[in-house]
């Protein structure tokens, strides 16, 4: 008989093509969206494959859900987790307790639980209002990080150096409005982590975990490229570039802020800094990835998406050891911080064509709109794979200086960016 799974929907880790390829040939499924433009837009598709219920009220979202005889619930967006905690407990249906689910949503009370458990202490403050930003840069130090208490994917998160500079982002920050907010929100200001220099590669890893019961099997770390600033993504890789001593002490760093944040049950994704005295921990994420799905469908033939909702149905998934062979990536670029409309991508048919490079994908066509800021907004996806995570630099330098970008700006300029140079656009 097939079960029913509940899947709380929002922009994030999982495109309904990616949920539906992991879940629609053996689940059941009823889509629940919080209404917003990403949601609603994707509304359409998503009812392809399953009941899709826009949750004006949270209380009448489950009363329709309900219907349904739901078997289990699931999410694989960041935004979703707090949507997701209230559905279950008004339907009755296994997911993270309230305090998992704090600590999952909000970065001070990550920070304060690790803290608590002795898993890695960064000095950290918790700002609601300008009145607070003293306090906060005397318990830091500058230079530091500002960013939402809530919130992913970069948004709204800055590296700041002197303190002039931060109370003015603080004020704008704490007016302006924030996704599911009537406002800015609560800021967090974070002791900056320097890192080592990793050469070619990002200094920072993710490890990519499946939990069951407590029990935490590591799929793989994956390897980032370098930042762009401040701190948007660039890129991913398996396997990461470290040593075993190395990959040892971030795996044994990732389970233990999973367990002191208390998650039981699910898909991790845990954010470790390279820094010259060792690990440290940048973050804990209840959910899955973004871009892991895809490179745990290419490495091990393993789809996350359907994990996920094998999990939240009370099922057992074999996870296989960490990943250890080719090196598969994903290479992307970043919209500019300035705002801009796109004119067109140059390049592109030179790329296809780089030994190594299996798919080139733009996200933009000539004609969008960019708003600018420091949030990652990606314009495309380079992806490939070779026999070694070696040959990757090369490769990736083949990519950064064939690709160009034509962006037109206010008042009516015009310019070509390189690849390379997007980071300081």
Not at 82 to 95: K, M, Q, S
Not at 220 to 247: D, I, N, Q
Request: aromatic share 6%; glycine share 12%; charged share 20%.
């Amino acid at each position: 008989m097939t079960k029913t799974l509940v899947v709380v929907y929002d922009d994030g880790a999982a495109h309904p093509g990616d949920i539906a390829v992991g879940l629609a040939g053996w689940a059941g499924c009823v889509f629940v969206v919080p209404p917003n433009r990403h949601t609603l837009a994707m509304a359409p598709l998503l009812a392809r494959f399953g009941p899709v219920v826009v949750a004006e009220s949270v209380s009448d979202a489950a009363s329709e859900v309900g219907r349904h005889r739901p078997d289990g619930l699931v999410t694989y967006a960041e935004r979703g987790l707090g949507l997701a905690g209230e559905l279950a407990g008004l339907l009755g249906l296994p997911f993270h307790d309230e305090r998992t689910l704090r600590c999952l949503t909000d970065k001070w009370h990550q920070r304060a639980a690790l803290r608590a458990a002795g898993v890695d202490v960064v000095r950290c403050r918790r700002i609601e209002t300008a009145a607070d930003w003293p306090d906060a840069v005397a318990e830091t130090g500058l230079p530091a990080v500002l960013k939402p208490a809530h919130g992913g994917g970069s948004r709204n998160t800055y590296y700041v150096e002197d303190a002039e500079t931060g109370l003015e982002l603080v004020r704008r920050l704490l007016a302006e409005p924030a996704p599911g907010l009537v406002d800015g929100g609560t800021l967090v200001l974070e002791e900056y982590l320097p890192g080592r220099d990793c050469g070619a590669f990002g200094d920072y890893v993710s490890i990519e975990s499946v939990v069951q019961d407590g029990v935490i099997a590591d799929l793989a770390v994956t390897g980032k490229f370098p930042m762009v600033p401040p701190f948007r993504e660039t890129g991913r890789f398996w396997p990461s570039p470290l040593g075993p001593v190395e990959t040892a002490e971030v795996r044994e760093l990732a389970a233990a802020a999973v367990s002191a944040v208390g998650l039981r049950t699910g898909l991790s994704h845990t954010e470790v800094k390279l820094t010259p005295a060792g690990p440290r921990l940048i973050e804990v994420n209840g959910r899955l990835g973004g871009g892991i799905n895809e490179l745990a469908v290419r490495a091990r033939g393993i789809n996350l998406v359907e994990a996920g909702g094998r999990i939240a149905l009370g099922e057992r998934v074999v996870v296989p050891d960490l990943y250890t062979g080719r090196a598969y990536f994903q290479v992307f670029h970043p919209a500019p911080r300035r705002a801009g409309t796109l004119v067109g991508i140059e390049g592109a048919e030179y790329v296809r064509d780089l030994a190594g490079v299996t798919l080139y994908r733009p996200y933009a066509r000539p004609g969008t709109q960019f708003p600018g800021g420091v949030q990652t907004v990606e314009l495309d996806i380079v992806m490939g794979e070779t026999a070694d995570v070696a040959d990757l630099a090369p490769i990736v330098a083949k990519v950064e200086s064939t690709l160009r970008y034509r962006f037109e700006f206010p008042a009516g300029e015009q310019h070509t960016v390189a690849a390379a140079e997007l980071g300081a656009w």
